[in-house]
């Protein structure tokens, strides 16, 4: 039986936390991950978590290099259950708005999409600009899921830890990944 995969990108914009969440829950679930780290990610993963590419590309069972374009992830044959790119940069999502696979992480979101996979892309950017409207939208248009990460208050995270985690958990529920438990909304009470 094959096992669960899990395409992970990660670039350059901030949030580096949220892509090592990834990788760290899907090992504990038993998911196979693929990971592609743009420079500007490594780079950004070193400033905000202190880890070097070796020590970020260590979290995953496979690290493909952003060039490597000839990789397993490139191809449609090689089944997965999703990808995400977490966190996503504003130029990540235009080249998959306009389906420049000019790179692996690129490449292999294109995959995502015409085989018609889950694809989520965890935007980190704010104000937006009408360019990155456009783009989520023609990403959205494709069958692509924009999933910038916003903390849910109303679960009463007690840490950023605890913020991060429950993204993590409600992006592999959405990528159909086996035991992903986010926390139920359980409404609320009149007088409470």
Same mark, same amino acid.
């Given at each position: ?6 395409? @992970? ?25 693929? $990971?592609?780290?743009?420079?500007? &990610? @490594?780079?950004?993963?070193?400033? #905000?978590?202190?880890?070097?590419? %070796? ?12 060039? !490597? ?26 080249? @998959?708005?306009?389906? $420049? &696979? !000019? ?6 979101? !294109? ?29 959205? #248009? ?15 995270? !007690? ?6 985690? %429950?993204?993590? %958990? ?23």
């Amino acid at each position: 039986m094959t096992p669960q995969r899990l395409v @992970v990108g990660i670039t350059g914009a901030t949030g580096a936390a949220y892509g090592l969440g990834l990788l760290r829950r899907s090992r504990a679930l038993g998911v196979e991950t693929h $990971l592609v780290v743009t420079p500007a &990610g @490594v780079l950004n993963a070193h400033h #905000e978590l202190g880890l070097s590419r %070796e020590q970020l590309t260590a979290e995953a069972d496979h690290a493909h290099a952003p060039g !490597d374009v000839g990789a397993c992830i490139a191809s449609g044959s090689f089944a997965t259950a999703a990808m995400v790119v977490a966190p996503c940069s504003m130029k990540t999502l235009a080249a @998959v708005a306009h389906g $420049l &696979g !000019d790179n692996l992480l690129t490449r292999a979101a !294109d995959v995502t999409l015409k085989e018609r996979r889950r694809l989520v892309l965890m935007v980190r950017e704010t104000p937006f600009n009408l360019a990155h409207l456009r783009n989520m939208t023609a990403v959205t #248009e494709m069958g692509g899921i924009v999933f910038p990460p916003l903390p849910a208050f109303y679960l009463k995270p !007690d840490s950023i830890q605890a913020l991060i985690d %429950e993204s993590v %958990e409600r992006v592999l529920q959405l990528c159909g990944i086996t035991g992903a438990t986010p926390q139920a909304w359980g409404g609320l009470r009149p007088g409470a």
